[in-house]
């Protein structure tokens, strides 16, 4: 078994990212970071650098639904990463420090 690197964990860098509107209905003011739900252990969240905003509301949809298949939930929650990982980029607001753990923590995604 290969052990994974120590994911980060920054809550400065989860407060940037409840700062922005929920990647499913765009909601302001109400979001929280969520992280995706694969690359992770038991007992342990998926690296910092792997989140998005989302509201309460949202995120129960997603995390306790049921209503997205595997595959469905990993694409849309990969997506929202990225969309989440370009807008921080583009206001000069995802440190390298936050990019290298991203790196990292990509590879253990698991793909469809």
């Not at 209503?67 to 390298?96: C, H």
Request: aromatic share 8%; hydrophobic share 35%; with cysteine.
């Amino acid at each position: 078994m290969i052990a994974k690197e120590n994911p980060l964990r920054s809550v400065r860098h989860r407060r940037v990212i409840a700062s922005l509107g929920c990647s499913m209905c765009g909601m302001e003011g109400f979001t929280q970071a969520a992280h995706v739900n694969y690359g992770k252990s038991i007992g342990q969240k998926a690296c910092d650098s792997l989140t998005f905003p989302m509201c309460q509301w949202c995120h129960q949809f997603l995390d306790q639904s049921g209503k997205l298949s595997k595959v469905a939930r990993r694409n849309l929650e990969a997506s929202y990463v990225n969309r989440t990982r370009s807008l921080l980029i583009r206001r000069g607001m995802w440190p390298e420090f936050v990019e290298q753990a991203y790196q990292r923590a990509k590879k253990w995604e698991i793909t469809a």
